[in-house]
Nanobody, 121 residues
């Protein structure tokens, strides 16, 4: 199994910056792909940034150019650097990971508890 723990979420002013971290533990060698998702109350969860096994980074259009995903492979930490934050970025942010066999299905079976990011209107 894989355990994921997010940290770094807080309230930040409009136009501000923030970096989230996700630390993986357990059977981390099972991870073939991992990335960041977010969900606001009453809205669908959306994938915002994914770092796959081929080191390809994919971003949602809503965050492209503002957010950057990166990782420390040795320490098994995933980061999300966020800049130019706006009200619509307010959501609970989740780190998720997928096993190799799950990639074809597009499933991320391991999830953290989430970290809240709030950008006041």
């Amino acid at each position: 199994q894989v355990q994921l723990v997010e940290s770094g979420g807080r309230s930040v002013g409009y136009g501000g910056s923030l970096t989230l971290s996700c630390t993986a533990s357990g059977q981390t060698d099972l991870i073939a792909s991992w990335g960041w998702f977010r969900q606001a109350p009453g809205k669908q969860r959306e994938g915002i940034a994914v770092f796959d096994s081929f080191r390809t980074k994919t971003y949602a259009n809503s965050v492209k150019g503002r957010f950057t995903i990166s990782e420390d492979s040795a320490k098994k930490i995933l980061y999300l650097q966020m800049t130019d934050l706006r009200f619509d970025d307010t959501a609970r942010y989740y780190c998720a990971a997928a096993r190799r066999e799950s990639l074809a299905r597009g499933d991320f079976e391991y999830w953290g508890q989430g970290s809240q990011v709030t950008v006041p209107d």
